[in-house]
């Protein structure tokens, strides 16, 4: 009866917030725990037919097949590739910037730098796949420029080697203006005093940055680091479809790709729900192992 009472008292107290909040829940609901009725085809030989319920249980056969699949190997490595050169160059590169306009006092200047960062996170990545194309290509942009050095044309996107390069690097001309926001965020709330303090015990600017910024945003540093381990096995299917081709399956073809192919191409749904599947597991491992291992590191942790 107590909890009732309370439960009651918090709604007439907070159902103004409690309302904002439906459409929100109803949409994870809706797409996003609704769904997850649909993960038990992973483990059927499921048939458009029979419908979910009917289709016949096979067990793990679908992880078996992708497993020992001949493409099981090549997906994981490029997948894992990509992440990891976004999470070891994309990731320092947002802190690097937004460390060095924290340093800048020109306010206009700043202002300017912020502008022309930002705005390539607010183009298509369609746009920015096109722009790709025309200025990689065989006559693009960068072959003429190079040519006027006497350097043979090259064909970039048609090359397996160029792939995670033009990949990573476009990924962080789009991202790195959007992502130091947060950082800058961090910032702001770090205490000027103590900016203060290091200025009276002789500290330079350097050295303001390393023991004031850099613990004062620690915390966020950790936390987004954490969530993007959790990216390790998983690339947006967007832009690689956009970019690559099958000269470059080698080096481009990840998962996400793989489960498009399959599930939309040749409408095998059931086998790449099982692929999806285990993403999503190790997804979670990796997460719960990162934060289980900085918790013990340091203070700071996700939960």
């Known amino acids: 009866m107590q909890q009732l009472r309370t439960i009651r008292t918090d709604w007439k107290r907070n159902w103004a917030a409690y309302v904002m909040a439906l459409p929100v829940i109803a949409y994870y609901i ?4 609704g769904p997850m009725y649909g993960l038990q085809i992973a483990f059927k030989d499921f048939s458009l037919a029979k419908g979910i319920g009917a289709s016949a249980w096979i067990g793990f056969e679908h992880f078996k ?4 699949g001949i493409y099981f190997w090549r997906l994981i490595r490029n997948t894992l590739l990509l992440n990891l050169y976004e999470l070891l160059f994309g990731f320092p590169a947002a802190i690097i910037l ?3 306009l924290n340093e800048i006092r020109a306010v206009l200047f700043k202002r300017f730098v912020q502008t022309i960062s930002y705005l390539p996170h607010f183009i298509s990545l369609v746009v920015v796949a096109g722009m790709m194309v025309d200025f990689l290509g065989r006559t693009g942009l960068v072959n003429q420029l190079i040519g ?3 350097i043979e044309p090259i064909d970039f996107l ?3 080697g160029w792939f995670r ?4 690097s476009s990924g962080i001309w789009q991202g790195i203006g959007w992502g130091s926001i947060i950082y800058l965020a961090a910032m702001a709330t770090i205490d000027p005093t103590l900016y203060e303090a290091a200025r009276m015990d002789g500290a330079s600017r350097w050295k303001q940055m390393l023991h004031v910024t850099l613990p004062g945003i620690a915390p966020t540093i950790v936390i987004l680091f954490i969530l993007n381990m959790g990216n390790l096995l998983t690339v ?3 832009k690689v479809l956009l970019l690559y081709n099958p000269l470059t399956y080698e080096t481009a073809d990840v998962i996400s790709t793989y489960v498009y192919r399959k599930g939309i191409m040749e409408a095998s749904y059931d086998f790449t729900a099982a692929v999806g599947l285990f993403n999503s597991v190790v997804s979670f491992v990796l997460i719960v192992s990162a934060n289980s291992v900085i918790k013990r590191l340091s203070e700071n942790k996700l939960w």
């Open 148 to 150: 006027v050095f006497g």
């Open 165 to 168: 390069f033009l990949y990573v």
């Open 236 to 238: 947006g299917s967007e």
């Open 158 to 160: 048609k090359e397996e």
């Open 65 to 68: 097949d992708f497993f020992g």
């Open 98 to 100: 937004a460390l060095l």
């Open 30 to 33: 809706l797409f996003h725990y």
